[in-house]
């Protein structure tokens, strides 16, 4: 039987829903910044000994007593162990939507990191129920942009700028800078649709705040036009020097990055291409911008696996991205030469953390008619959220390019 510290589902149905912090985590207080701080309770002994075939055992138990009640959803970066486990397999914001088109299912389990599983907690209905198996497993990135940060840096660019500012969080963010887009005139976006995106921003104000990823907004700012002179740096230690910047700028990037597609350099490029000369390069645009600008193609991780699906019997494809996605490309296409650009291993080790023991106990627990772990994003930051995302579908499904749309307001 599952042990450990938890709420009976009683109990959550009688109390409202409260904000669980962990890394990336949104609330009305500043969240920890480290994993060490995240509220994960320690798993109970016995599953720190149970072996593989009985974790596997146990979780096959559950999934197949809790039916459709339940739905485990797989990000494309999780480890084999799990991804078996996982009824749908896909980036974030496919998998949210894949959860919020369950509506049969009560629990939706995100093996994922923090971010991911409050946006299906967003998307979802109020009766379903989220749950990140390890609350540690956050986003480095997503942590690098804070809300209190975030609230400091509005103030002094609109003091400096006038309101005349559109701010754009990438969907690697936590949902309370989701909800800062959704009640400023903002809106989220992705790897994939950061063009469009940007395009509608500047049909709506002369500037851009992104965050957190420097690199993306960068990469993005060069396939809709606009010229890297343009560009400034938010550095939220560096203050005096991001507000002197200001001025010039139409798009300011927060300083964050991926830890994982930071890695990837042009030298590997280079190496790829002198030992697999016809090699095909593809890079996630988390990655730095000469790394971009020296690959054949850059894309989010759907892109990636589309690419490759593509590519056809006998090519070769360095790809710059998570290891466990690289490595499952590699073995379900082994007619392609398929290899990773970083050759030291490069997981993202916060998604590492959703380790199947933790997915067993989760899942037992539920089986016992408890809950824990559960995600749940307070009404207000939800309901702003949801505007910013809505904004992003409503972006995505109209007709134009990123750059038709900037050429119309040029
Ligand atoms: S790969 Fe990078 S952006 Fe994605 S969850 Fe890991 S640290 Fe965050």
Redesign the pocket.
Known sequence: MASGSFVSLDELQRTSRPSTYGPGASGDVRPPRSAAMARQQPLPEEYRHLSPEELDRRIGEARAALGQRLVVLGHH?QRDEIVKHADFLGDSLKLSQLAAGRREAQYIVFCG?HFMAESADILSSEDQIVMLPNLTAG????DMASLPDVLAAWDQITARCGVDVIPVTYM?SAAALKAFCGEHGGIVCTSSNAAGILGWAYEHGRRVLFFPDEHLGRNTADRIGLDQAEVTVWDPRRLAESREALDAARLIVWKGF????ERFTVAQIAGARADYPGAVVIVHP?CRREVVQAADASGSTEFIVEAVEAAGPGSVLAIGT?INLVNRLAAAYPDRTIFCLDPIVCP?S??YRIHPAYLAWVLDNLMDGRVVNRIAVDSRTAGFARIALQRMLDVSAAPGTARERMAAVA
């Open positions: 970066y990191v986003c480095s990135m997503a690697n991926c830890s994982v597609h988390e998570e993202c916060t998604m």
